[in-house]
């Protein structure tokens, strides 16, 4: 079984940034394929960014180039640096783990406004 704690959130005007981080639970923290999705009201959770155990990275077309996801095995902590944002960046945040299973977080709200 595998935990996931987020933090992070919270409102911020746009061009504004926010840090988002996950930690979880589990000694195999380095194996797990680790996500962040989003889900905005009235619309399907959507990936917004994975990383890999070799870091490999993946995108959302309309969050390239504005966010970064990293990891920290020693802390078992994937983090999601959020620059530039947008008010359709506004949702609930999910941090996801992909390790033999699925596993979510309880999500953070993210809300972009002036």
């Known amino acids: 079984q595998v935990q996931l704690v987020e933090s992070g959130g919270g409102l911020v005007q746009p061009g504004g940034s926010l840090r988002l981080s996950c930690a979880a639970s589990?000694?195999?923290?380095?194996?797990?394929?680790m996500g962040w999705y989003r889900q905005a009201p009235g619309k399907q959770r959507e990936l917004v960014a994975a990383?890999?155990?070799?870091?490999?990275?993946n995108y959302a077309d309309s969050v390239k180039g504005r966010f970064t996801i990293s990891r920290d095995n020693a802390k078992r902590t994937v983090y999601l640096q959020m620059n530039s944002l947008k008010p359709e960046d506004t949702a609930v945040y999910y941090c996801?783990?992909?390790?033999?299973?699925?596993?979510w977080g309880q999500g953070t709200q993210v809300t972009v406004s002036s």
């Open positions: 996801h783990a992909d390790w033999r299973s699925d596993y």
């Open positions: 589990g000694s195999f923290f380095s194996f797990y394929v």
């Open positions: 990383i890999t155990s070799g870091l490999n990275t």
